[in-house]
């Protein structure tokens, strides 16, 4: 399987706890996007890296949230300190270098399911 | 502020029958919008998109009609599949920009 991996797929933990998602991106993909969705809602965009830059955050993305690209192959996205409102699906993509547009045709992980307790 | 609506939370359609999926917008300035398909348990798949220079797209069963006076673009699949059910994203990407703008979601069942 090539596609976007992820992982875990859950984590569970408790309040105040520092939790740590892993995202591979597909092979030849230098553009690599991180989402949140919570029940009934779309992804909300968390944050943008192309190769290893990062190039945009969301203002979703508070300063307990830190998400890194090394090497411009996989990310990690750490959340320090959950809270219960941290509860949600975080979603990984990525694409490949386009002409000039970005964010077209993306290609979505299954997520990580993170739940707070 | 939602940016990108999907008023339907759902949608049923019988086998062989089109489907309508609606999406409204309120910027302007998104220049590219994308439908995704979602199952569950799964991260969404890209369906089909258009450039907000164009009126229409096709791609097999699914058409993509975008009225820029409306601010409102459509998915129409014809014929409808069971294995069409799932729930679909109506997104939009802004000029220049990375971010991509996501609509709640519409769940379609489709009944055979």
């Known amino acids: 399987d090539t596609g976007v991996s992820q992982d875990p797929r859950h984590k569970i933990t408790k309040r105040g706890q520092n939790v740590t998602f892993r995202c591979d991106p597909i092979?030849?993909?230098?553009?690599l996007y991180w989402y949140r969705q919570t029940l009934g809602q779309g992804p909300e965009f968390l944050t943008y890296?192309?190769?290893?830059?990062?190039?945009?955050k969301s203002r979703l993305l508070s300063d307990r949230f830190s998400a890194e690209r090394p090497k411009g192959s996989f990310s990690t996205l750490e959340i320090q300190r959950t809270e219960q409102g941290d509860s949600a699906m975080y979603l990984c993509?990525?694409?490949?270098?386009?002409?000039?547009?970005?964010?077209?045709?993306?290609?979505f992980g299954p997520g990580t399911r993170l739940l707070v307790l | 502020d939602q940016q990108v609506k999907q008023n339907s939370p759902s949608l049923s359609v019988q086998e062989g029958r089109i489907s309508i999926l609606n999406c409204d917008y309120t910027?302007?300035?998104?220049?590219?919008f994308l439908w995704y398909k979602k199952y569950p348990a799964e991260g969404p798949t890209f369906l089909i998109s258009?450039?907000?220079?164009?009126d229409k797209n096709e791609d097999g069963r699914f058409t993509v009609f975008l009225n820029k006076s409306a601010k409102h673009l459509s998915l129409h699949i014809v014929p409808s599949q069971p294995g069409d059910s799932a729930v679909y994203f109506c997104?939009?990407?802004?000029?220049?920009?990375?971010?991509?703008?996501f609509g709640a979601g519409t769940r379609l069942f489709v009944k055979a």
């Open positions: 997104a939009a990407i802004g000029t220049g920009g990375f971010k991509t703008i």
């Open positions: 258009i450039s907000s220079i164009k």
């Open positions: 092979s030849e993909h230098n553009r």
């Open positions: 890296f192309q190769n290893e830059a990062q190039l945009e």
């Open positions: 993509a990525s694409s490949p270098r386009t002409s000039g547009r970005a964010g077209e045709t993306q290609y």
């Open positions: 910027n302007s300035m998104f220049d590219y």
